[in-house]
């Protein structure tokens, strides 16, 4: 089955302890993107990558890390997370870029305390 | 660069009423125009996308959104909602270019009732 996974779903952690989730995709995809989800504002985007070793800032990128060292996998690293990151993350996928049907993960819920 | 406003923060239908939910959009030329659906505990699918051409899109679910650019408008419609679409909706574009970010709006939470 065509899918996005991510891991985990959900996370409840404290401040400043380096966290990551995963991310992994089975449909050869080019590009992935790691996106916010906060209330009333929307979905965010944090960080993509159109390929393997080529990523880049979304709108919010401030306190994350990406690397995509493998075609399926894309990685998001909390190095010292704070309060203001907890919040729903999604991950994504497509073909070719934001204009290809995107492709979402179901999600993971952070809380940071 | 571009934004996308999506009004109406909270709509309730009934179920079998039409249903058009409305997305405008600030870009200084046209973009790449998208309509997401999340149901509840889910990631978000694509219900429809607008690139060029016919301004009248049609999508799944029976779903069909409308581009019209003199009201920088991408308004979404179906003509008879089903209590299973209840979920948030949202509007997106995309800037024609090189990049690849892509901006969406606040969503729109429609309840359906019986």
């Known amino acids: 089955e065509a899918q996005v996974t991510q891991n985990p779903r959900y996370l409840i952690t404290v401040t400043g302890k380096k966290l990551t989730v995963t991310c992994s995709q089975n449909?050869?995809?080019?590009?992935m993107s790691w996106y916010r989800q906060d209330p009333g504002l929307g979905l965010r985007q944090i960080y993509y990558?159109?390929?393997?070793?080529?990523?880049d800032k979304g709108d919010v990128p401030e306190g994350y890390k990406v690397s995509r060292k493998e075609k399926r996998n894309f990685p998001l690293i909390l190095e010292s997370p704070s309060p203001n990151q907890t919040s729903l993350y999604f991950c994504?996928?497509?073909?070719?870029?934001?204009?290809?049907?995107?492709?979402f993960g179901p999600g993971t819920r952070l809380t940071v305390l | 660069a571009q934004s996308v406003t999506q009004p109406d923060i909270h709509i309730t239908v009934s179920e079998g009423a039409s249903l058009e939910l409305r997305c405008n959009y600030s870009?200084?030329?046209?973009?790449?125009l998208f309509w997401y659906v999340q149901s509840p505990g889910q990631g978000l699918q694509l219900l429809l996308k607008?690139?060029?051409?016919?301004?009248l899109v049609q999508g799944i679910k029976g779903f069909e959104a409308e581009f019209k650019r003199s009201q920088s408008s991408f308004n979404l419609r179906k003509p008879s909602v089903h209590w299973s679409d209840a979920a948030e909706y949202f509007c997106?574009?995309?800037?024609?270019?090189?990049?690849?970010?892509?901006?969406f709006g606040t969503g729109t939470r429609l309840q359906v009732f019986p």
């Open positions: 994504a996928s497509s073909w070719g870029g934001r204009t290809d049907t995107q492709y």
């Open positions: 449909m050869n995809h080019e590009y």
């Open positions: 990558s159109m390929n393997v070793e080529a990523t």
């Open positions: 870009y200084g030329a046209t973009p790449y």
């Open positions: 607008y690139f060029s051409g016919d301004t």
């Open positions: 997106a574009v995309g800037a024609r270019g090189n990049t690849d970010k892509l901006i």
